[in-house]
């Protein structure tokens, strides 16, 4: 769902999205599959073409357990903290078309996003919140309700292994092959 930068007051506006209400359902279906989902977000503007964007959403994402191979669905709670600024051009030799030091920047700060035509696309922002928010390797967490996790995951020491003994071959000799050999 897209937001009208323009219809937000300037004491800024909340917002609250769910599975019921359905506001991103369309676009968060691939990604959180049928899990519930909440987003809770303000939006304020800073200037007249920049604004605040601060909330979070809490969900579930289906996985695969990267250790037992059962299906999960990973717990998902992220905030976020953007400045939305209006669409950038980047000609090839333009000032943001140069190396960007993004690594210097500090942790925790504010991110920002880009909008078009004074319309932010809220609904694409959360789907890449919640796809960004899954490890590489998602594992079963420890207790599901409560209760230990059926996750086979391998006990410390008894990991895959192969009993059976391998044949192994003497190595031969390099200098083998010159007993062999005869001078004429």
């Given amino acids: 769902m897209k937001i ?9 506006r909340s917002y609250v999205w769910t599975s019921k209400t359905g506001e991103a359902n369309a676009v968060l279906a691939d990604i959180v599959g049928k899990n519930p989902y909440e987003a809770e977000f303000f939006i304020k503007p800073l200037n007249s073409k920049d604004y605040e964007l601060t909330g979070r959403i809490v969900t579930k994402s289906p ?8 299906d999960i669905d990973y717990p998902v709670n992220e905030k976020f903290h953007e400045i939305l600024i209006p669409k950038q051009g980047q000609p090839r030799n ?4 140069k190396v960007n030091h993004v690594s210097d920047l500090p942790d925790g ?7 078009e035509n004074m319309v932010f696309d809220m609904g694409e922002f959360l789907h890449e919140v919640v796809a960004l928010a899954a490890p590489f390797n998602p ?10 996790s ?14 059976e003994e391998m044949p192994v071959e003497k190595p031969q000799s390099p200098f083998a092959a010159l007993k062999n050999l005869k001078l004429n």
């Avoid at 996985?63 to 059962?70: A, H, K």
């Avoid at 333009?94 to 078309?97: A, D």
Wanted: one cysteine or more; a negative charge; hydrophobic letters at 20%.
């Fill in 94 to 97: 333009g000032k943001y078309s």
């Fill in 150 to 163: 059926d996750c086979r995951i391998p006990e410390e020491g008894q990991l895959f292994s192969y009993d």
């Fill in 109 to 115: 700060g504010p991110e920002f996003s880009e909008y």
């Fill in 139 to 148: 594992a079963c967490p420890e207790t599901i309700d409560g209760k230990p």
């Fill in 63 to 70: 996985e695969i357990c990267s250790r037992c191979g059962i």
């Fill in 4 to 12: 009208k930068l323009t219809e937000v007051p300037e004491e800024g």
